[in-house]
């Protein structure tokens, strides 16, 4: 990066080193990131893992035992939550249940002295782009968990912030709205041009909106990349066990060279990749998706057999569960076109197999 | 049989309800009656009924100046408990005080410890001050005894307000002040007034502390009442008294209204 981007280049949060304890409690035990200008980044991880925390500390609504968090370049550590002009949306929408619509999305506007026909002009824009124009003089009880959640986001960006955050936004809805706030949140967040910090526990949703994704765990990043890498190419035994479904087979090392590695699993060798070097001779699991493992009705001697048990019907989609001789149940997924084409029925052996390029071995401990 | 069980039960309840009641009620409705009375003395039933006893009551002097120190005394002192309470109450709920349950504790202590002991303790540092019989001295005693009111119902409405309220205000650029003004205070205006009218009432009621620091000029009603059943006893004394009862009940219909605004709000 060059100094001389001026603001383009200049990242719109730096964190380094962020810790933070609770009596003897360690809730945040060492976070490092940056987050670039209209950039999507998801705190994901199970609950517990520090990144509410975290994104309490950037809000400024916690403090920090050491570290620096700088809000464009700035350290904000010992600002206070108004004076650090982020944006955010929590879970259960806080909105100020004795004021309307309209009030609520003007308040930010107010407390930064606007003008009250600029006030009323902005809101009515805000309001327009989460599609509640018509409800300005509704209270807030008054409607639905999505439409509060919408004003909610309206509120949070009508002042333009550099940073919105948001804590597990659309946790209180149901399936079928979640998706389409997921959409609505994107859509607001590209037309306004916006960062976004967001927080969830829902692997799909970051999977979905994010350009990264910060895995955490134990207060600590377990790895940050964009969703892809992160399922494809997981650097962690835990990312690849919290990021999707995964099947992880015991084996053994045969050779390491780089990333490539052989491994030998019940008998039989198997190319995969490894993103650390691992030694010979060292018990490994092998990680593969359901997705990527093929069945195929078992014909000669070796390989990795196993016993079809079950498919399972979903739908779009077959989920076959396989029976390894260790007693393992591993998982395949096959989508509706091609699930026609297992020729095994339940109770025969089948072949397991993938290519080398979707198996990944990580250290045999959890 | 088991409907006869049941009735028998439901019987048993309603009588001792309608017991318990009668004998709740009674004395004051007693009281009530007699205030209209035309007799000269306490006599129940009454041989007829007047207004006497209520024309009396506001043609007296010494009953007129004691509801107008009644009034002085009420007015400022409920007002100083209601800001005082209300501000105890932020502070040990939501600010993070080390000893705040303590601090707590002790601010409850003036309905907890007996009057006479506040009373006594009053009078003592008055004498120093001088504030013995003057209506700072009285002002001052009832704030210390009303407040407590306040910082219960205060911070009990306060605990079950969602705190994320107020981090909101916060980030959305209000500071601390202002997220109290526009946000907190009126989700707690409620709360805030039904301590108040407690805080009048307990005021208006309160005798033990009144008797220790008011003096013969100084004097409000309820010690009036008090010298006046010990004197010579006319139905003047049911009068004032069916006037603290009407006060009272006007107080609690007002709060349990305003209990209700509230109960319709969202969370």
């Known amino acids: 990066m060059t100094m001389a981007g001026g603001n383009r280049t200049q990242p719109v949060l730096e964190l380094s080193a962020v810790r933070k304890t609770y009596g003897g409690f360690v809730a945040v035990e060492s976070v490092d990131l940056t987050l670039g200008s209209e950039e999507f980044l998801t705190f994901l991880g199970p609950s517990g893992s520090g990144k509410t925390t975290m994104l309490m500390m950037v809000a400024g609504l916690q403090q920090p035992d050491a570290g620096s968090i700088r809000l464009g370049g700035q350290p904000v550590e010992r600002l206070p939550p108004y004076r650090r002009d982020i944006g955010m949306v929590f879970q259960h929408y806080a909105l100020f249940p004795h004021m309307s619509v309209r009030r609520n999305v003007a308040f930010p506007l107010e407390m930064r002295r606007i003008p009250r026909a600029e006030i009323g002009r902005q809101v009515a824009d805000a309001l327009q782009l989460v599609g509640l124009a018509e409800f300005g003089d509704r209270l807030p009880r008054q409607l639905s968990g999505g439409q509060q959640q919408r004003v909610a986001l309206a509120r949070a960006m009508v002042y333009r912030p550099a940073l919105l955050l948001m804590d597990e936004p659309l946790g209180a809805l149901d399936k079928k709205l979640r998706e389409q706030m997921q959409r609505e949140i994107k859509r607001v967040q590209r037309e306004r041009r916006i960062s976004v910090l967001y927080v969830t526990h829902d692997q799909e949703e970051a999977l979905t909106m994010s350009d990264r994704i910060a895995v955490f765990n134990r207060g600590r990043i377990e790895q940050i990349g964009t969703p892809e890498e992160l399922y494809e190419r997981p650097a962690t035994r835990f990312v690849a066990d919290f990021l999707g479904e995964t099947n992880f087979v015991p084996a053994r090392v045969l050779r390491c060279e780089g990333r490539r590695c052989q491994v030998d699993i019940a008998g039989s060798s198997f190319e995969a990749s490894s993103p650390r070097p691992v030694a010979e001779g060292a018990a490994v699991v092998v990680a593969v998706r359901p997705e990527r493992l093929r069945l195929s009705p078992a014909s000669k001697p070796g390989g990795l057999t196993g016993v079809l048990t079950e498919i399972v019907y979903l739908g779009n989609a077959r989920r076959a569960v396989v029976r390894l001789p260790d007693g393992r149940d591993c998982f395949s997924l096959h989508h509706a076109k091609e699930a026609e084409a297992i020729a095994s029925a339940p109770g025969e052996t089948v072949d397991l197999s993938w290519e080398a390029g979707h198996a990944t071995v990580f250290p045999d401990t959890p | ?267």
């Open chain 2, 1 to 267: 049989m088991r409907g006869d069980g049941l009735g028998g039960w439901r019987a048993l309840r309603g009588t001792v309800c309608g017991l318990v009641t009668i004998y709740l009620l009674a004395p004051l409705i007693i009281v009530v009656i007699i205030s209209f009375s035309a007799a000269s003395f306490l006599q129940f039933p009454p041989p007829g009924l007047s207004l006497r006893w209520y024309t009396n009551l506001f043609n007296d002097p010494a009953w007129t100046d004691a509801i107008k120190v009644s009034i002085e005394i009420l007015i400022p002192s409920a007002a100083l408990a209601t800001v005082l309470g209300t501000a105890a109450a932020h502070a040990l709920v939501r600010g993070r005080i080390p000893g705040a349950s303590i601090i707590g504790a002790a601010l409850m202590l003036p309905i907890v410890v007996p009057a006479i002991i506040t009373a006594a303790a009053l009078f003592g540092i008055y004498r120093g001050l001088g504030l013995n019989g003057t209506l700072t001295g009285l002002i001052i005693g009832h704030v210390v005894l009303t407040t407590p009111y306040v910082v219960a119902t205060v911070s009990s409405a306060l605990r079950t307000l969602d705190p994320r309220l107020e981090a909101a205000a916060a980030i959305l650029g209000a500071p601390p002040l202002t997220a109290f003004r526009r946000i907190t205070a009126p989700l707690l205006m409620p709360a805030i007034l039904s301590g108040l009218l407690f805080a009048a009432v307990a005021s208006f009621d309160e005798l033990i502390v009144s008797l220790f620091v008011s003096s013969a000029r100084v004097r409000p009603v309820a010690v009036q009442m008090w010298s006046n059943v010990r004197g010579d006893v006319d139905p003047t004394i049911a009068a004032i008294a069916s006037l603290c009862f009407a006060f009272a009940l006007a107080a609690l219909i007002l709060e349990s209204l305003l209990r209700r605004r509230t109960g319709a709000g969202p969370t």
